[in-house]
């Protein structure tokens, strides 16, 4: 059971950052240090140093003149921690059962 205020609950998820390369851009070419997931040419980073990941993120974007299509970068929200914590609620019982 997970117990807290909003942003005590909310603080524990990962924060989440979002966009699309151009053509021409494999996701291969991101820093290494961020770890993203691709799905065609979008791309959705999770960590818990959104700030830190993010200036990364520009800062590769700056230097190797690429634009970053449609960026969003946010905090968890209330509806995604309890989404995780159902999930994760739900895979303990499959494995209890």
């Known amino acids: 059971m997970t117990s807290g205020t909003t ?3 909310t ?4 924060s989440r950052i979002r966009f699309q390369l151009p053509d021409g851009t494999a996701p ?11 799905d065609g040419p979008r791309i959705e980073i999770r960590t818990h140093r959104l700030q830190e990941s993010l200036g990364e993120l520009l ?10 299509i449609g960026l969003d970068a946010r905090s968890a929200s209330l509806e995604e ?3 995780d914590i159902a999930k994760s609620a739900t895979e303990t019982e499959k494995v209890a059962a």
């Open 28 to 38: 291969a070419q991101l820093p290494l240090s961020l770890r993203a997931a691709a």
């Open 7 to 9: 942003a005590e609950v």
């Open 59 to 68: 800062r590769w974007a700056a230097e190797s003149d690429v634009q970053l």
């Open 11 to 14: 603080a524990t998820r990962p």
């Open 81 to 83: 921690a309890f989404l």
